[in-house]
């Protein structure tokens, strides 16, 4: 049981490290525009860690970020949490993974629903409420939609990668 604990921690520090080298170091928007790498981790780890595990690295990546963008704390910490657990909410009332195999088509739905709720959140408090990043409608709604779609591409992809490559090692 401890050996379990322990692989799921590693997996999902991982997955939250691999998440701030790729998004990370990037200022924002385009950052914003990299989602379909922090979609693609989350929607895999939820899948490969299980219940929680979307949570847990979206919190480790949150922290992560938070260490290399001081200036936006505490929002990518947040945002990060608020994405992982979304992931692993619609991911699960959605019914994305069947005993091993994941559903592409739920996981999908779940990752686009889960972007979608994040990225609008974001941006209505950063640059809204906050005014934290400049608020210009025409970058916010290609940030938006293109947000969206890399949700939807990232958990196309993670689907196809855990059916095809790791549902048998996990």
């Given amino acids: 049981?401890?050996?379990n604990r322990s692989r799921r921690l590693a997996l999902a520090s991982l997955f939250g490290v691999l998440i701030l080298v790729t998004m990370g170091f990037m200022p924002a928007p385009t950052s914003d525009f990299l989602i379909v790498f922090e979609a693609f981790f989350l929607a895999l780890s939820f899948l490969v860690i299980g219940r929680g595990g979307a949570s847990y690295v979206g919190i480790v990546a949150g922290l992560l970020i938070t260490t290399v963008k001081l200036s936006f704390f505490?929002?990518?910490l947040a945002f990060s949490a608020l994405f992982g657990?979304?992931?692993d909410a619609t991911g699960l009332a959605l019914g994305a993974?069947?005993?091993t195999t994941a559903r592409t088509a739920r996981l999908v739905a779940a990752m686009t629903v889960s972007t979608g709720i994040?990225?609008?959140s974001a941006y209505y408090i950063t640059a809204v409420v906050t005014n934290i990043v400049p608020n210009e409608v025409g970058l916010?709604?290609?940030?938006l939609v293109f947000g969206i779609v890399s949700g939807a591409v990232g958990g196309y992809v993670a689907a196809?990668?855990?059916n095809r490559y790791l549902s048998s090692r996990f």
């Fill in 118 to 120: 994040v990225g609008f």
């Fill in 85 to 87: 657990v979304l992931v």
């Fill in 1 to 3: 049981m401890a050996s």
């Fill in 74 to 76: 505490p929002y990518d």
């Fill in 97 to 99: 993974k069947s005993g």
């Fill in 160 to 162: 196809r990668v855990w």
């Fill in 140 to 143: 916010d709604a290609s940030v």
